[in-house]
C-alpha cells in the first residue's frame, strides 16, 4: 500500500492567495483527519470525516478554512483568503475505525 | 478542554541509558494512549499504544500507563542515536474520537 498521500510537500504563496491542499488516504480507510502543526501549538485537529461525511469541524480555525471528502479516496483542504499565520506543516490522516492513525508526509505552507 | 500535557524538553540521554519520557491527560474518561515518534521534517509514526493500567513491552519500549494518576510514560531501553526525535503522546476518550496529542517531547541521545 502506497500510504496516505499528500500533495503538495512544499506551498509557498502570498498573503491573500488561495491554498489547496490534497489527500489521497489509504483504501479501504473509513475515517480521515486533518491536522496542523506548529511549534507552538503542537499537533490540532482541524477537522475529521467518516464515510466521506464531516463529522466534527470545531477545530476549523476560521471561516477562511473549509474542507471536503466528495468520495473515499480523496479529501481537500482549502484557505481562502491565506494568512501569514496560517504558515504551518498539515497532515492528513487515515485509520479503519478505531485502528491507528497513518499520517501522510504532510504539506509545509509558506504564506509570505 | 481535553489537555495532553508533555514536557517540551530537550531531554539528553547518553548512548545505553534508558530514556523516561513522560506525559499526563486531563480527561478522565480516556480509554486508550498512544506514544508517536517525529523524526525532524518527517510525520509522526506510531510506536507503542496502551490500554490498560500498568506495563507494555515491546522490545526495547515499554509504555506504562496509570488512570488514577492519569499518567503514562514511555521508557526507551539502551538508547540509541537512532531514538533522537520528537515523541508525541495522544489519548482516545473512546473507540472511534479523534486522537488529541499532546506537543511532544524532543530526545537526544548523544553518542
Known amino acids: 500500500d502506497a500510504g496516505v498521500i499528500q500533495s503538495p510537500r512544499h506551498e509557498v504563496t502570498e498573503m491573500g492567495q488561495e491554498v489547496t491542499l490534497r489527500c489521497k488516504p489509504i483504501?479501504?480507510?473509513?475515517?480521515l483527519f486533518w491536522y496542523r502543526q506548529t511549534m507552538m501549538r503542537g499537533l490540532e485537529l482541524l477537522i475529521y470525516?467518516?464515510?466521506?461525511?464531516?463529522?466534527?469541524d470545531s477545530g476549523m480555525p476560521e471561516d477562511r478554512f473549509s474542507a471536503k471528502m466528495p468520495n473515499a479516496s480523496f479529501s481537500t483542504l482549502k484557505i481562502q483568503p491565506s494568512e501569514p499565520r496560517d504558515s504551518a506543516v498539515y497532515f492528513c490522516?487515515?485509520?479503519?475505525?478505531?485502528?491507528?492513525?497513518?499520517f501522510g508526509n504532510g504539506t509545509r505552507l509558506t504564506v509570505t | 478542554q481535553k489537555e495532553v500535557e508533555q514536557n517540551s524538553g530537550p531531554l539528553s540521554v547518553p548512548e545505553g541509558a534508558i530514556a523516561s519520557l513522560n506525559c499526563t491527560y486531563s480527561?478522565?474518561?480516556?480509554?486508550?494512549f498512544f506514544w508517536y515518534r517525529q523524526y525532524s521534517g518527517k510525520s509522526p509514526e506510531l510506536i507503542m499504544s496502551?490500554?490498560?493500567?500498568g506495563d507494555k513491552e515491546d522490545g526495547r519500549f515499554t509504555a506504562q500507563l496509570n488512570k488514577a494518576s492519569q499518567y503514562v510514560s514511555l521508557l526507551i531501553r539502551d538508547s540509541q542515536p537512532s531514538d533522537s526525535a520528537t515523541y508525541l503522546c495522544?489519548?482516545?476518550?473512546?473507540?472511534?474520537?479523534?486522537?488529541?496529542f499532546g506537543k511532544g517531547t524532543r530526545l537526544s541521545v548523544i553518542a
Open positions: 490522516a487515515s485509520s479503519l475505525g478505531p485502528s491507528p492513525l497513518h
Open positions: 470525516f467518516n464515510n466521506n461525511v464531516p463529522i466534527d
Open positions: 480527561d478522565r474518561v480516556s480509554q486508550s
Open positions: 495522544a489519548d482516545r476518550n473512546s473507540g472511534n474520537t479523534p486522537l488529541v
Open positions: 496502551i490500554y490498560s493500567n
Open positions: 483504501s479501504g480507510h473509513d475515517y
